[in-house]
């Protein structure tokens, strides 16, 4: 479960944001500029709330109060972007174990093979990323990030950059990933009929 109640600032943008939900699959929605972004860099360590606490499953990952910060690296984050930032110089399994940690920590651990077939990535794994359709790129980028065995998955509106067709195509995935890992996920869309799929509760920012 995540908690967090921090004072963001970014620029001229400020914002307190708390979320306190006892869902799994949080949706956060909101207007364009309303800061949604900005709550998953927070989480990820990407970017320093003014103050205030986040903790993950009771794992405290920043709490100014107690002067704890932890670095992005050890924060156990698997996020997803709108588009899937593969690296195109590496093949789809090297885009999957790039950043892949052994997952001696508490909590589950995801390995290569059921990753990749909870996925359906199996056909794709020698493929080079540049050529993939914009799903297939999704779905590594979800893989890649179940494999740094996350404790929480953060997803970025991973599905804006596909047409309704490619979008109707990657949703059951992300249920399966929702169903089976059984990790905590803030999911931003500004799409209903998604929130309503994947999400258990939605927060707002207005
Ligand atoms: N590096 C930055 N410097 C200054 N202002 C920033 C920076 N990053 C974000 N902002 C501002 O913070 C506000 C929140 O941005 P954020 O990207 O979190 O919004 P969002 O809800 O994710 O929007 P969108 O739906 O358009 O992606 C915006 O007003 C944005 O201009």
């Known amino acids: 479960m995540l908690s967090l109640d921090v004072e963001l600032r970014r620029g001229r943008f400020r914002r307190h944001v708390r979320i ?3 869902a799994r699959v949080v949706a956060l929605t909101g207007p364009s500029g309303a800061g949604k972004t900005t709550v998953l860099n927070a989480i990820a360590g990407l970017v320093k709330p003014r103050a205030g606490r986040i903790e993950v499953d009771g794992r405290v990952l920043f709490d ?8 992005a690296h050890r924060r156990r984050v698997g996020y997803v972007f709108q588009d899937a930032r593969l690296f195109p110089h590496l093949d789809v ?10 997952g001696r920590g508490e909590g589950p651990r995801f390995g290569l093979e059921p990753v990749v077939s909870l996925l ?5 794994l020698r493929r080079r990323t540049a050529n993939l359709s914009g799903g297939e790129a999704q779905r590594v980028a979800i893989g890649r990030a179940l494999l740094s065995q996350p404790a929480i998955l953060l997803f970025d509106e991973p599905l804006s ?7 109707e195509e990657l949703i059951p995935y992300l249920q399966r990933v929702r169903d089976e890992v059984r990790l905590p ?13 994947l999400a258990e509760a939605t927060h707002r920012l207005d």
């Open 20 to 22: 306190e939900d006892a």
């Open 64 to 71: 100014s109060a107690r002067g704890i910060d932890l670095p």
């Open 93 to 102: 399994r090297a885009n999957l174990l790039y950043g892949r940690h052994a």
């Open 120 to 124: 359906g990535i199996e056909a794709l």
């Open 161 to 167: 950059a596909l047409d309704q067709a490619r979008r």
């Open 185 to 197: 996920m803030l999911y931003v869309s500004h799409r209903a009929e998604e929130v309503q799929q």
